[in-house]
């Protein structure tokens, strides 16, 4: 994936540039296996993706894993949230380990 086929968020300086960049890259492979793996049209796709975010959301101790498509779609969402993590990383800055 091109840098410049993606929109990067204003002002997102290196490294944070590099990481989101390369997750990204793996989160959109993640998407077209999920779609070679169901079948199912993009928007489709979109509604399982946002469904298992949701579940995720509503079961604080994570979602039982019983399928390889759960396993995908586990994936996707966890290469969501490292995206997540880098946003927020760089607007309130690395708050682990601050008193």
């Not at 300086?13 to 590099?18: I, N, V």
Request: charged share 35%; proline share 6%; aromatic share 8%.
């Amino acid at each position: 994936m091109e840098e410049d086929e993606i929109e990067l968020p204003d002002g997102l300086p290196e490294p944070y540039r590099s990481k989101y960049v390369a997750i990204l890259a793996m989160k959109d492979a993640k998407f077209k296996e999920l779609q070679a793996v169901v079948g199912l049209p993009e928007y489709e796709i979109e509604e399982l993706v946002d469904n298992w975010a949701d579940a995720d959301l509503d079961n604080p101790e994570g979602v039982k894993i019983s399928t390889p498509l759960q396993a995908l779609l586990q994936e996707h969402h966890e290469l969501c949230e490292q995206l997540e993590d880098i946003l927020d990383e760089f607007t309130f800055g690395d708050e682990e380990g601050e008193d």
